[in-house]
Every structure is written in C-alpha cells, then in structure tokens.
C-alpha cells in the first residue's frame, strides 16, 4: 500500500516535477502540475483541467492508495 507521505513527496517537490501514478490494474494517471491531486488518508483525487482555465477541473478519478504499485518521475519529451 502507497503512504499518502509518498504522494506528498512527489507533489511538494521543490522544483516540483511532473509524475505518474501506476496502479495495479495497469492504469496509469499523469500528474503535471500539483494541483491536479489532493492526497487523503485512503485514497487521492486525480482531476484533469479544462485547458483554457486552469483553475476549473473538468473530471476527477478518485484513486486508491491501497492499490497504487508505484510512482515514476515523467521524462521531458525529446525536441527533434
């Protein structure tokens, strides 16, 4: 089971760092800004945003910790 003190990590880094959250059923969430999750004891909010307003969500997950398997920092995509 994932800590919500192992999610924090990620979405309090300073300089903070995009991320990606990878579940058990295969399922994986992107997080590129922190304020696209809010941790809770169980579970954590994934929300995705309208992209013209970044301050209005258009859609949540609501994802368990218990079965999160693990985090990985996202790689800067290659310019060509």
Known sequence: MMMPASVLSYVRAQPFRPFRIHMASGKSFDVRHPEMVRVG??????????????????????????LMETISDLEAPVSS
Do not use: H, K, Y
């Open 41 to 66: 004891r169980t579970n954590v909010l994934v929300f995705s945003f309208v992209s013209d307003q970044p301050e209005v969500f258009d859609e949540w997950q609501s994802v368990s910790l218990m």
